[in-house]
Every structure is written in structure tokens, then in C-alpha cells.
């Protein structure tokens, strides 16, 4: 079983940043792809970014350019750095693990994007 715990949201202004953090832990042998997803009341949970182990990166077209994510296999951790952050932004962000075809989810860090 795989747990993940997200660190990293809060409040920001329009065009700031913020990185998000996410720590893997328990059985952690076979993960092939880590990643990002978000929700809002109005829409479906959504994927922003995912990478493999071997590095390679997915975004969603509304976040390329502006969002990166990273992975360190030292410390079983995953980071979203994001940059010029929009309103349309604001969501509570999920840490994704996909295991044997199989997903686990952390429980959600809130980002709001607000003057």
C-alpha cells in the first residue's frame, strides 16, 4: 500500500508561485508514474502533470510553460513548482501514485489564487 502526504498550498497573489511537495511512503517498489491532479466544485478532478520514472513529463495544455513538475527517488518526493498562477488555478491539488495499473491518492492541499 502506497501513502502519499501533500505539503505546499496556501494563498497567493495573482503571478506569484507556490511548489508543492508530496512524500511517498509504505510499498513504494513498482511505482512507474507519479503525478498532479486538481478539483474544484465546478469541474471533475483533472490531471496537470504527471512523470515517469525514467523523467518523462505530461502537462495540461492550461499549465504548460508555467507549471513543472519534479521527482526526487532519494526521498520518494514529488514537487509541482508553479509559476504565474491564475485564479483559474485556485483547487485543492492531489498527489497521484500509479502502481500495477492501480492509482493512490493523498488527501488534497488547497491552493487559492486571490487578490
Known amino acids: 500500500q502506497v501513502q502519499l502526504a501533500e505539503s505546499g498550498g496556501g494563498l497567493v497573489q495573482p503571478g506569484g508561485s507556490l511548489r508543492l511537495s508530496c512524500i511517498a511512503s509504505g510499498d513504494l517498489f513498482g511505482i512507474n508514474v507519479m503525478g498532479w491532479y486538481r478539483r474544484t466544485p465546478e469541474k471533475e478532478r483533472e490531471m496537470v502533470a504527471q512523470i515517469s520514472t525514467e523523467g518523462n513529463t505530461t502537462y495540461a495544455d492550461s499549465v504548460k510553460g508555467r507549471f513543472t513538475i519534479s521527482r526526487d527517488n532519494a526521498k520518494n518526493t514529488v514537487y509541482l513548482q508553479m509559476n504565474s498562477l491564475k485564479p483559474e488555478d485556485t483547487a485543492v491539488y492531489y498527489c497521484?501514485?500509479?502502481?500495477?495499473?492501480?492509482?493512490?491518492w493523498g488527501q488534497g492541499t488547497q491552493v487559492t489564487v486571490s487578490s
Open positions: 497521484n501514485a500509479v502502481k500495477s495499473g492501480l492509482g493512490s
